[in-house]
């Protein structure tokens, strides 16, 4: 059996695997984060049905954004359980963060004014459209939306970042590279 060998396409210095706390906070809610938030539930059908959405990270939850008519905030209200799905689509970092989520309705439907959703929505609007996103959201404030909390399951996230596959998809000794970093951070903590 010849030696593994495979060219990197992840950051460079970098390897690939779990995020930490910081780069989940980074990827998630920084300014430049303009990442979609892809939405899963069962629809009245039982079949799965998935919805591409801005989102708030808050360190704890999410924060999604439903028109009065969304399907998916019906859904909810009906099985609150949904996971979600957030990826950086190419090279070099190829972050992920999925999870199982317990939705709330916070609010809704409501109008703009005095509502919890407007702030929420200029902060979305500014991260993804720029500084001028919340203005352009001002007209649409007479029309109800619901706010929708996602509250990861035990507060876990699955996060990945990387081109290379976790250790666990390969059998004893197809890997000795990844087994010998595993096994070399098992004798430092």
Not at 53 to 80: C, H, M, N, P
Not at 120 to 143: C, D, F, H, I, K
């Amino acid at each position: 059996m010849s030696d593994f060998k495979q060219e990197r396409y992840y950051e460079e210095g970098s390897s690939a695997g779990g995020m930490n706390l910081d780069e989940v906070a980074e990827f998630l809610a920084s300014p430049t984060s303009r990442w979609l938030l892809k939405l899963s539930c069962l629809d009245n059908d039982g079949w799965p049905t998935s919805v591409p959405l801005w989102y708030q990270w808050t360190g704890e939850a999410f924060y999604v954004i439903g028109r009065k008519r969304s399907k998916w905030v019906e859904l909810l209200k009906k099985d609150d359980r949904c996971a979600i799905c957030i990826e950086e689509l190419a090279h070099p970092r190829i972050r992920k963060v999925l999870a199982k989520c317990r939705a709330e309705i916070v609010e809704g439907p409501a109008k703009g004014e005095n509502s919890k959703w407007v702030p929420v929505a200029n902060e979305m609007a500014t991260r993804y459209s720029g500084p001028s996103g919340p203005e352009q959201l001002v007209a649409s404030y007479g029309w109800e939306r619901y706010l929708v909390k996602l509250t990861p399951v035990n507060q876990k996230l699955t996060t990945w970042q990387g081109a290379d596959w976790s250790l666990k998809y390969f059998d004893a000794g197809q890997r000795p590279d990844l087994e010998k970093k595993v096994e070399g951070k098992g004798k430092n903590n």
